[in-house]
């Protein structure tokens, strides 16, 4: 069965300080995809990265960067130079591997999610 | 409109009573999800349906609950008899059928179900 493991239930940042949003992942495919998600107070989710298990490399994105480490099955994030507006709670999530014939996830394992305030 | 959308956004109901919960996704997006989330928790996979497959409905609960959905529009999630446990939030989510975007979900903002 597939899990995610989000340890951190709850981090309180000052505004311009990183912080790492730690993911921990179990699957016993050997090919899956890891995803985070943001959901602002307004409380709809939104998609932030997907990586599949092949591709390890980091990815940066502005403020934003992901660590991929199949070796440890984790996927953390980290925001850099914090902002208010980072403030949501993050989900990572888990899929096996992709239908072929349709192109889709057929769904996706959430953690319970990491609640982010970054205050002034 | 653009994304997907979802009502009620709230629904007040009692113990026993059933419900209807409707998805709008976004045209063009065969795949659709629905998800529960209860408060202070992380989102729960009930059921998927893509195109004319038949549906993945390994996460539905119990048999009191029940989707269907009309080719690739709208969906109905259908809860039976509730229970004062059903009390979350019902999230629908959908996204094109491309590998390269695979698993990139659009979410509507929820229904909030409150059984008392």
């Known amino acids: 069965a597939q899990k995610v493991t989000q340890a951190q239930t709850e981090i309180s940042v000052v505004e311009k300080e990183d912080v790492t949003l730690d993911c921990v992942y179990e699957?016993?495919?050997?090919?899956?995809?890891l995803f985070w998600y943001k959901q602002p107070p307004s409380g709809e989710l939104v998609f932030l990265i997907r990586?599949?298990?092949?591709?390890?490399q980091n990815e940066i994105s502005g403020r934003y960067s992901w660590n991929f480490q199949k070796s440890t099955s984790s996927f953390n994030f980290t925001i850099t130079a914090s902002q208010v507006v980072d403030s949501a709670v993050y989900f990572c999530?888990?899929?096996?591997?992709?239908?072929?014939?349709?192109?889709?996830?057929?769904?996706?394992?959430f953690g319970t999610g990491t609640r982010l305030q970054v205050t002034l | 409109g653009a994304g997907v959308s979802q009502s009620p956004s709230n629904k007040v109901t009692e113990k026993g009573k059933d419900v209807e919960l409707r998805c709008d996704p976004i045209?063009?997006?065969?795949?659709l999800y629905w998800y529960r989330q209860r408060l202070g928790q992380g989102l729960e996979f009930l059921i998927y349906?893509?195109?004319?497959?038949?549906?993945?409905k390994s996460g539905l609960p119990s048999d009191r609950f029940s989707a269907e959905r009309t080719g690739e529009s709208v969906s109905t999630l259908t809860i039976q008899r509730t229970q004062q446990e059903d009390s979350a939030v019902y999230l629908c989510?959908?996204?094109?059928?491309?590998?390269?975007?695979?698993?990139?979900?659009?979410f509507g903002e929820g229904s909030r179900l409150t059984v008392l």
């Open positions: 989510a959908s996204s094109l059928a491309s590998p390269g975007v695979a698993g990139e979900l659009f």
């Open positions: 699957t016993r495919d050997t090919t899956y995809y």
């Open positions: 045209s063009g997006h065969t795949a």
């Open positions: 349906f893509q195109g004319n497959s038949a549906p993945d």
């Open positions: 999530a888990l899929s096996e591997a992709l239908c072929l014939n349709t192109g889709t996830a057929s769904k996706l394992t």
């Open positions: 990586r599949n298990s092949f591709d390890e």
